[in-house]
């Protein structure tokens, strides 16, 4: 298993049953998750990702699996170009 500190290419048994959810930020905006345990995946646009002093960048069709950290993950659009994502946790 891939693990870059608090995010893992692999992900959790219980997220692969959940029905994602398709999360849209403009550029400039920033969302906050905080979740057990959550798979993101890029459907378009670059999503910055930063928690726990581990930031990590993610382009159109990477994903990743987020764990629960000391703090909440922050997330924003990069770019000129929305940034829509599929969140499932």
Do not use: W
Not at 28 to 53: E, K, M
Not at 70 to 79: D, F, P, Q, V
Request: net charge positive; hydrophobic share 40%.
């Amino acid at each position: 298993m891939a693990r870059i500190g608090i995010f893992q290419k692999q992900s959790c048994a219980d997220v692969e049953r959940s029905q994602p959810t398709r999360v849209t930020l403009q550029p400039g905006q920033i969302a906050r998750l905080n979740p057990r345990c959550a798979r993101l995946r890029v459907l378009t646009g670059v999503a910055y990702i930063s928690r726990d002093h581990e930031d990590i960048v993610l382009r159109r069709g990477e994903g990743v699996t987020v764990r629960r950290g000391r703090y909440n993950a922050l997330i924003s659009a990069e770019g000129r170009v929305p940034l829509v994502l599929e969140v499932a946790s």
